[in-house]
């Protein structure tokens, strides 16, 4: 009897790092789709008994129904712990407007486990929707981490909005770093001025950090003001690289000049791994 690690579909590279972290094997898991276009997993190893910890993140509708697929094919584990790296659908967390879902509560609540943990939910007011103990763990250290290792010239962690601040601050804080957010000012009826709220960022470079970048549309935006406001560089970091559509195309075209993310979504510009957090947790 042991601690074994489910990996799905939208997170193998993440699971198996966990899983070495953990000094454990990661078995098999099979996916396909059927000419219908529904999906389906298997878990290949013995589950019956164990501690199970499924790990998915689900940026699509496909990959939300492997995670129930995974967690149904688990029911006779000891114990089921689910990690959702990236939780689709967060971002709908209220109800915005009359006859809206709550798209993360009708998510959270069909997750049926011993604990969840996310990483960086958008609003961890959704947490409380899972029907069991769900914590949110906070990567912006490792990003911190990857930040104070670049070589840059005076550099600002920067928040495009005060609701940034949560990612930012943490990662600032822990290593020394001097950090600030963008901030919207109106000057008259038809003017508004944005700029970082206290910092003088001219000649420096800048890490503009968020939570998510998926249109890069916030982002491209921030970039093109501080280029103008005089920043050297303009570098990108966020917890999770959804990009959609041309995102990075935008981003580049805007003056970036770098971006990392983490491997909570697995792409190119997964520089840094969530793995030892979540080892971290699941031991606890
Ligand atoms: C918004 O509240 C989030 O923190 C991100 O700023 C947003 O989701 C980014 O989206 P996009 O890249 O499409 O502008």
Same mark, same amino acid.
């Given at each position: 009897?042991?601690?074994?690690?489910?990996?799905?579909?939208?997170?193998?590279?993440?699971?198996?790092?966990?899983?070495?972290?953990?000094?454990?094997?990661?078995?098999?898991?099979?996916?396909?789709?059927?000419?219908?276009?529904?999906?389906?997993?298997?878990?290949?190893?013995?589950?019956?008994?164990?501690?199970?910890?499924?790990?998915?993140?689900?940026?699509?509708?496909?990959?939300?129904?492997?995670?129930?697929?995974?967690?149904?094919?688990?029911?006779?584990?000891?114990?089921?712990?689910?990690?959702?790296?990236?939780?689709?659908?967060?971002?709908?967390?209220?109800?915005?407007?009359?006859?809206?879902?709550?798209?993360?509560?009708?998510?959270?609540?069909?997750?049926?486990?011993?604990?969840?943990?996310?990483?960086?939910?958008?609003?961890?007011?959704?947490?409380?929707?899972?029907?069991?103990?769900?914590?949110?763990?906070?990567?912006?250290?490792?990003?911190?981490?990857?930040?104070?290792?670049?070589?840059?010239?005076?550099?600002?962690?920067?928040?495009?909005?005060?609701?940034?601040?949560?990612?930012?601050?943490?990662?600032?804080?822990?290593?020394?770093?001097?950090?600030?957010?963008?901030?919207?000012?109106?000057?008259?009826?038809?003017?508004?001025?944005?700029?970082?709220?206290?910092?003088?960022?001219?000649?420096?470079?800048?890490?503009?950090?968020?939570?998510? &970048? $998926?249109?890069?549309?916030? =982002? @491209? *935006? +921030?970039? %093109?003001?501080?280029?103008?406001?005089?920043?050297?560089?303009?570098?990108?970091?966020?917890?999770?690289?959804?990009?959609?559509?041309?995102?990075?195309?935008?981003?580049?075209?805007?003056?970036?000049?770098?971006?990392?993310?983490?491997?909570?979504?697995?792409?190119?510009?997964?520089? &840094? $791994?969530?793995?030892?957090? =979540? @080892? *971290? +947790?699941? %031991?606890?």
């Amino acid at each position: 009897m042991g601690l074994k690690i489910v990996a799905g579909p939208s997170s193998q590279l993440l699971a198996t790092r966990t899983a070495s972290l953990l000094g454990v094997g990661v078995d098999l898991t099979d996916y396909k789709e059927f000419p219908d276009g529904e999906v389906y997993a298997r878990v290949t190893g013995e589950i019956k008994g164990q501690d199970v910890v499924v790990i998915q993140s689900t940026p699509t509708a496909d990959d939300y129904v492997y995670l129930l697929e995974l967690i149904d094919a688990c029911d006779e584990a000891k114990t089921l712990t689910v990690i959702i790296p990236y939780m689709g659908y967060a971002r709908q967390d209220k109800r915005f407007h009359p006859g809206e879902p709550i798209s993360a509560r009708a998510i959270a609540k069909t997750i049926k486990a011993d604990r969840v943990f996310t990483v960086n939910i958008h609003d961890p007011s959704v947490l409380p929707y899972f029907p069991c103990p769900a914590t949110d763990l906070n990567a912006s250290g490792v990003i911190g981490n990857y930040v104070v290792n670049m070589s840059l010239y005076e550099p600002v962690l920067l928040a495009p909005d005060d609701g940034a601040l949560k990612i930012v601050k943490p990662a600032a804080e822990q290593y020394k770093l001097p950090y600030d957010y963008l901030e919207k000012t109106r000057i008259s009826g038809d003017e508004v001025k944005i700029a970082p709220k206290n910092l003088d960022i001219k000649g420096r470079d800048v890490v503009l950090m968020d939570d998510i &970048v $998926s249109t890069g549309g916030t =982002i @491209a *935006e +921030a970039i %093109k003001l501080l280029k103008a406001q005089g920043a050297r560089e303009v570098h990108v970091a966020c917890i999770h690289a959804v990009l959609v559509r041309n995102a990075v195309l935008r981003l580049n075209n805007g003056g970036m000049r770098s971006i990392l993310s983490t491997d909570t979504l697995e792409k190119a510009t997964s520089k &840094v $791994s969530v793995a030892p957090i =979540i @080892a *971290e +947790a699941v %031991k606890r």
